[in-house]
């Protein structure tokens, strides 16, 4: 049998990486785009990664940028997928009001210039297309649950430039008879979420502090509401999208939501701690209020763990996204199968893990590399 081919942009990151294992898995030849970097990029595909020397490898990795036309088209031609995922994106929409040009540069053109090099090089009967668009695009919503059908409202250059990718995605589906649709993903987490996301700021953070190696997380709004899923759910979705007879758009969401609040509280649960939060606005606290056994050795009951820190408002926020996912599971047979606490505690685990270890090197007196400054600069 023809081993099919898939293109991933966003190789490395976060979805890109689950959607590469899912992909090799299921027999396909996989292709992930990477950007040149002056650190390793790759540490969430180094265990799938190939020698490119061993011929029967399937995984493969090519330098490339959303921003470079000659590029992509390139390797579209060379490459000839049947299956292009466009993961790609300056994701973070707290610094796309920081670097908005270059968001749109990136998550907007980037798209068209995908769709561009498919309709020239005369593979749109070939080449289906996967464009992840996000619930972003209902920013400030217009009804509850967001459905497909549902107004867009963006509230961030990120998810402006987003709508400007969904649109074309369904243009070309219409102009040119191209199998090209948007998967409208909620929020979705694991524990290779980007750290300055807030599920993982949060795991990672209180994580950190159980172990000694940080004393308290700085926050911005604790009230905003989700619809969290994991990651691995989210891609298996990805795929089937693609599987079927005609290209349509889908909302992929849980159909819960649960606040940031709530999400901090399950994490210290995880941990053995207690919170409680006193004050309010800007002045609020998460104090400890009791801690289970010896399991978070550096706390003590009293001790401030969470502060708010304006810098982490947004010059315009969305206060609240819950999804509908109906037309997945009556459709597509698609049921997200971890809940939100679930992945919460994947998460806790993982980056306990990595706090132990760290704590570990600590009390041996060797450095640890812990970066949290820079890396919680725009989260
Ligand atoms: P990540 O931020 O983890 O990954 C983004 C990927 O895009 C990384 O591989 C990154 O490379 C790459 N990238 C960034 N800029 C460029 C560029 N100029 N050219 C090529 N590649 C680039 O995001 P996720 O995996 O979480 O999300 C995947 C996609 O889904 C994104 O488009 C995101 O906007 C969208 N989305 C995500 C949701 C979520 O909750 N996770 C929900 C809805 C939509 P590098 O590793 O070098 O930085
Ligand atoms: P979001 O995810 O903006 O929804 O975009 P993020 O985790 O960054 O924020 C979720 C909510 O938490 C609030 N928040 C904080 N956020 C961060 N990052 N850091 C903090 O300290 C903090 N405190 C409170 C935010 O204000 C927000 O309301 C993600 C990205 O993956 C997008 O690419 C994707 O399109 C959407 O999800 C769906």
């Known amino acids: 049998m023809v081993k099919k081919k898939a293109l991933i942009t966003g190789a490395t990151g976060q979805d890109g990486s689950y959607l590469a294992e899912f992909l090799l898995e299921k027999g396909y030849e996989v292709h992930g785009l990477k950007r040149r970097a002056s650190l390793f990029n790759t540490q969430r595909i180094d265990h799938i990664y190939v020698d490119p020397h061993v011929k029967s490898g399937r995984f493969h990795l090519?330098?490339?940028?959303?921003?470079?036309?000659?590029?992509?088209?390139?390797?579209?031609?060379?490459?000839?997928?049947d299956e292009v995922y466009n993961l790609g994106a300056q994701s973070h929409v707290a610094v796309s009001f920081e670097v908005p040009e270059y968001t749109a540069d990136v998550d907007a053109l980037?798209?068209?210039?995908?769709?561009e090099a498919i309709r020239f090089l005369g593979l749109e009967k070939k080449t289906r297309f996967y464009q992840a668009s996000t619930s972003e695009l209902y920013g400030l919503v217009q009804e509850t649950p967001q459905r497909e059908t549902t107004p867009f409202y963006p509230r961030s250059p990120y998810a402006v430039a987003k709508l400007y990718a969904y649109w074309i995605t369904v243009n070309y589906r219409e102009a040119y008879g191209m199998y090209a649709c948007n998967g409208v993903l909620f929020?979705?987490?694991?524990?290779?979420?980007?750290?300055?996301f807030v599920t993982r700021k949060i795991t990672?953070?209180?994580?950190?502090?159980?172990?000694?190696?940080?004393?308290?997380i700085y926050m911005g709004n604790i009230d905003a509401l989700r619809d969290w899923g994991h990651a691995?759910?989210?891609?298996?979705?990805?795929?089937?999208?693609?599987?079927?007879?005609?290209?349509?758009?889908?909302?992929?969401?849980?159909?819960?939501?649960?606040?940031v609040r709530q999400f901090i509280e399950?994490?210290?649960?995880?941990?053995?701690?207690?919170?409680?939060?006193?004050?309010?606005?800007v002045d609020e606290v998460g104090v400890v209020v009791a801690i289970e056994g010896d399991k978070a050795p550096a706390l003590k009951v009293g001790d401030i763990i969470i502060r708010i820190d304006p810098r982490y408002f947004r010059p315009a926020e969305v206060e609240t996204l819950l999804g509908d996912p109906t037309k997945a599971k009556n459709k597509l047979g698609w049921v997200p199968e971890i809940t939100a606490q679930e992945m919460c505690a994947e998460m806790v685990t993982e980056d306990l893990k990595t706090a132990k270890r760290h704590a570990l090197l600590k009390q041996h007196g060797l450095d640890v590399p812990m970066a949290s400054?820079?890396?919680e600069a725009n989260s």
């Not at 941990?271 to 309010?280: I, K, Q, R, V």
Request: net charge negative; with cysteine; aromatic share 8%.
């Open 266 to 281: 399950w994490s210290a649960a995880e941990l053995g701690l207690t919170l409680a939060f006193e004050g309010s606005g």
């Open 62 to 81: 090519h330098y490339g940028d959303l921003t470079d036309t000659s590029n992509l088209t390139r390797l579209l031609n060379e490459i000839e997928p």
């Open 232 to 259: 691995k759910d989210y891609v298996r979705m990805q795929w089937m999208m693609l599987q079927q007879e005609a290209a349509e758009d889908f909302v992929i969401a849980t159909g819960v939501q649960y606040s």
């Open 204 to 216: 990672r953070g209180l994580a950190n502090i159980s172990q000694g190696l940080e004393d308290c």
């Open 187 to 196: 929020n979705h987490e694991s524990p290779r979420r980007g750290e300055t």
């Open 373 to 375: 400054e820079s890396r």
């Open 110 to 115: 980037g798209t068209l210039r995908l769709l």
